[in-house]
């Protein structure tokens, strides 16, 4: 019998196929490396190529030259723009404003074949270094509410450029599953008092089900409703409500935790596409007792079809006790 | 400077890229036509492979035989089953149920190759009353909640048999993106005393940009907030919340109507995949002065990422207005 389940923060339910489980083989593999090889604007020595770097990782180089280990520069397409007013306006029923706000590239090495699973340690440190440095730049711009940060890799997953890179949109509103995720958690906070995702960790930690790695820092679960197969997530276990307040501590031991799921999940999955996605506490906002930031890893391995845009309730052939056991036999730390 | 508008009913904001529009030949197509051709347990002669069925249209000859013009059987692996209880149960902090519900496919030609864009539109009537008859008996069980009618064509949308077929899936529980929708028009409804889905039908019959096609009965258009280039509504002029409360006029009039929207779609985007999703009331709840069901038809033309499962917060590179009027130019009726 399937079994429906609900995410106790978004109130979500979600089908999880609990008979006919799919394993790691049976998934139609969304092969992360099909974007053909061409000019790469984020290659050393293309440094031109893009607009004028934010923020880099260098030894002494000057901006905008070869020299670094780490970019971050502006989209070269933004959705949205730095510039102007956000005037927001009618139209009869309807609401509109300005797309003011900021899209930028992390561009996480200078080696156009490697990933995030295959850089070193340190490397992706500089990474989620990067992520820190501009947001908490960002925030000084109070007309930006919500920052997000994600990865899109493979063209399955949405990427267009193989070059390892990953993309932070700053918004003049906070979005509506922010909204809805933040307000979840505090109907459980004002209900218990504790925040929902801090006992979630104490039960899955107690558990031990569905838990791929746990550190002094961080906890890697697959979550009781997973949308997806191999949907995973990393909390950190001190309560926090903004990703930007990490410390150097909880940083370097991030870089460790983020990189040994991916490469769990490259080794069970065969280098599958996927997304990752940083929930966060709303940007101007202050610190939350009920939220806590936290990443969200989601493999493409299924089409979402009619049903899942339809009514946001998602079937999962995999049980998310299954893929972590998958994950956690998959060793590497 | 892109433009950022939200969609009144559900607060959804979605940016549109008003700048660099992408017209129809700026997509990559996800060809409907790549599932291979193998046995297939929908053409005629074959029904004994299919579970018994539930409703079909013949012309006097016996269940389960040939000589049949539509079926209705439930789905050979579905992800919700008919029978049992639902044993509503914690589990610590997580809520869950058994998967009670139903899923049935409706087999809507005796032909493999066709479309239901390329039926006849008598064809395409009867595929449109067995959802309303297949609603209106499922609604006597009042364990289910919910009935999401939905279509998946083409790979590249969900499909994983090409004979055309659509699908409709029983739920235990309201899904939370109808709940969203139809508190939204509440909202609207206690504020204005007024229905926001004839509101919005209203205005845009008089602006007129983004109407695709308009009938006594029906109206088509590209939503404000459109979430995905040539997404497609199809509203019924008459206030109505539930689907299946259709009339026999209404029944024929929308066979027509979906008929063309498919075929201008076919013709301006080269027989894209798509999936479409009926968006009707609770099964369970009596007539509603707020809410008003629809068809949202929705191509498969770009890729969603990490950033739309991170927000609910939509980019869409075309325009309304511009494929309005693209598919307004295609004729077709």
Redesign the interface.
Known sequence: ??????D?V????V?I?TD?ARRPSDFVRHKAATINRQFCPFCPGNEGKTPSEVLAHRDGTGANQTGWSLRVVPNK?P???IH?DLNREG?????????IGAHEVVIESTDHDTTLADMPERQVEKVLWAFRERMLDLKRDKRLQ?V?L???QG?????SLSHPHS?L?A???V????I?EVDGAKNYFDYKERC?FC??MR?ESK?AVRVVTETDRYLVIEP??ARFPFETWILPRVHQSHFEDIDAAQLENLAWVLRSTLRKLDKVLERPAY?????TAPLQEPHMQHFHWHM?I?PKLT?????E?????Y?NPTPPEESAQFLREAGLG
Request: charged share 25%; hydrophobic share 50%.
């Open positions: 019998m399937p079994e429906l389940r609900k106790p978004t109130e979500r339910w089908i196929a006919r397409f959705v949205l723009e102007g139209e009869g029923l309807f609401d509109k404003m300005e797309g919500y997000l994600f990865k899109n063209a399955a997953a949405g990427a993309q949109i918004l003049p509103v979005p509506k599953r922010v809805e929902v006992d979630i039960q558990a009781y409703a997304n990752f996605v940083v929930h969200e989601m089409n979402v079809a009619g049903f845009w339809g009514t946001g309730f079937i």
